[in-house]
């Protein structure tokens, strides 16, 4: 069974920093490429960043460039992201989704539970 399970939201100021991560287990982690996309309350589900297999290559959303960097350790199947400079706009529910985004149908990815980010003074 396929299985993506993240952790380490919470509520900071703005300013503040998070790390996220993301555990995998269920298929070959060490040869897709993972994504991380996020849904603010009242809207759809937005992509992050998406990082290669080999993380030789990592790509972000204009809205979060600079702020967030996307890694992963394939020894232990585990994707991350480092949320720095947060802002209150970048607050949602952050899901680590398994595949190449930006996506064309968010309806059919594969993704975990989520974690809350709530960015707020």
């Known amino acids: 069974e396929v299985q993506l399970v993240e952790s380490g939201g919470g509520s900071v100021q703005p300013g503040g920093s998070l790390r996220l991560s993301c555990v995998a287990s269920?298929?070959?982690?060490?040869?897709?490429?993972m994504s991380w996309v996020r849904q603010a309350p009242g809207k759809g589900l937005e992509w992050v960043s998406s990082i290669s297999d080999d993380s030789g290559t990592r790509r972000y959303a204009d809205s979060v460039k600079g702020r967030f960097t996307v890694s992963r350790d394939n020894a232990v199947n585990t994707l991350y992201l480092q949320l720095d400079s947060l802002k209150t706009e970048d607050t949602a529910m952050y899901y680590c989704a398994k595949g190449n985004g930006p996506f064309s149908d968010y309806s059919r990815i594969l993704r975990g539970q989520g974690t809350q980010v709530t960015v707020s003074s």
């Open positions: 269920g298929f070959r982690f060490s040869i897709d490429t």
